[in-house]
Structures are given as structure tokens and as C-alpha cells.
């Protein structure tokens, strides 16, 4: 089914109260967010961050209606019918540490952030996140996306990227003179190791995210095995977390069923995680998490996807099965 016709299928639940829609049975609540911030983020183009205010009604309105969780109690207990949520980051960024932790310590709210390695300590950048910072800088010229489009990408496809053309944002870096060494000295958009340990030890969960955000169906078995294994090595390594777990970097969709109890069998991770929405998993040992970050605030957003949950339910279509 394709997104478009998805989001036409969620329409009906922006119309729709809250508390009709909430009798009904979900699967447990996950809400997933990358980054808060005041600031406008010249390297996040790739989704609609919050605000601080933005992100603290989500989250009263959460808090109104959910228990937050812990990712232990996510793990070790069953949440049939109980109205709990946990909540998580991806990504790394610093803000998780500066701007994200601070809130969630004062209102009490438990939270998991998943990272990647590769990024940490601010050693390298996502090519999406290159892909935004070459787009922003465009669009301070008028003629950016004319420039773009005789070398062949237009805003849209170039913040697609795929990791394998990596390169080529490297390449129109160069010839706009962006560095990325630069940018990753001055902006610290990245957590470093301390702060992660810092979050770690004010009792957040860190999990791993692959090594550096590759698209994990482009790949062949092994070297997702790979990114798996070295993103989990390294949080063997540098913390100290009861539970090891993993979220799929964009999407679960297309990851193998042979992949997912292979990560169980090798002990490498206790429980994993996919971006698939508000849906039950037919893996034992994975569970689905919800977006946040889209175009409606979460009340709504949340209210269209119950609605889509519901229908997804008429139709037997409710569990995300894996090839
Ligand atoms: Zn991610």
C-alpha cells in the first residue's frame, strides 16, 4: 500500500474524538522523536522536529492519557489493555542530551535513545543530514535548486540519498566549500560518548541504531548482521545496559524474519524495533514504534493513526509480517 493512499485512509480519525477512539484495544504506544529544538536545524530537513513548546504539549498531552514506562517494564511485563507508553529518540543528536533529557527528567518521563556509533563524538555525519546541510545552503541562493538540477537531483531526490551515493553529497560539498569536519567542530550535532554515559547514568536506556544509518533493505544479510553486531559491540563496550536493544534505522520494512530471530538466537540483542506504526509484530521479540514527527501534532497524528489501527483491524491486517 503506498503512503499516500495510507494517509487517506488515516483522514477520518482527525475528525474523530480522542475518547471514542481510545475503548478501543492497541498495541502498546511508542512514540519515537529525533530532535527538539528552538533553532532552526540546517541539517534536519528530513522530518518536522518540535519546538520546546510544541514537544511539551506532546507531551502533557501523552502524560494525560498514557503511563510512561521504562524500557524495563516495556520488556518484562505484558501491556494488554493498559494505557502506558514509552518513549523514544534516534539518532544521536545532541539536543537528546541538552534540550530532550532535561525536559523529560522534570516532568519524570522514562525514555530509550538509540545511536549510532559511526556518528558519535561528532566522527562523521549522516548523508541525509549532508543531504539537508547542502539544501540549506541552496535555498540562501536564488538559484540553488537550478544549480542542483544540471548536476541531475532536485531538493526532494538528493534528501532521499541513499548511502551507497554517499559520495556524491561529498562531491557538491566540495564544490559549494562545505566542509563536514567543519561543520561537525562548530555545530556539535552529535552527542558525544560523555554525554551518552551522562544520560545512561541518569537512568535513560541507550540502544543501538546500526553503526551509521545505512538502508538496511539495500543491504545483503551479512552486513546487516554486521551493523547490528557493531552498534550493539559497541554499547557492550562503553555502557552498562541491562537490556540490549536495537532500533532499525528508518524502517523495519523488508527486514527478514531469518535477520530478526538470528539477532535473538546470537543473544545480540534482547528485543528490536521497527517504524511501522501503531501495529502488532509477528516476531515475538520486536515490537513496532509511531512516529511523532509528522505534520500533525501528536494528538491528532495519534488520533489518525487509532483510526487506521482500527481499520487495519476489520481487515485482519493489523500484524506486520516479515519475508
Ligand atoms: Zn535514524
Known sequence: MN?????????PGKLLRYEWLSVHNYPVL?????????????HVLNYPYRNVRQFMEE???????????????LLTQTHERSRVFHLSFDDGLRQCATVIAPILLRKGIPATFFVNPGFADNKALFHRYKASLIISRLKEGKQGETWLRERGFSFGKLLQLPIREAETADRLADE?????DHFLKETQPYMTLDQIRELEGRGFSIGGHSWDHPEFASLDFEEQYRQVSASMDWIGSHLHQKHRVFAFPYTDDGV???????????NLCDHTFGTAGLKYDSMPRHLQRFPAETSEALPVSLKMEMFYSQLRGYLGRQTVKHP
Do not use: C, T
Not at 511508542?30 to 540546517?42: G, T
Not at 559549494?176 to 563536514?180: F, K, N
Open 3 to 11: 503512503n499516500r493512499f495510507r494517509n487517506i485512509m488515516k483522514l
Open 30 to 42: 511508542l512514540p519515537f522523536y529525533h530532535v527538539v529544538s528552538d533553532e532552526p536545524l540546517p
Open 59 to 73: 507531551l502533557d498531552f501523552l502524560l494525560k492519557h498514557y503511563r510512561p514506562i521504562g524500557m524495563e517494564e
Open 176 to 180: 559549494l566549500g562545505i566542509s563536514w
Open 256 to 266: 527478514s524474519a531469518r535477520l530478526l530471530k538470528q539477532l535473538a538466537d546470537d
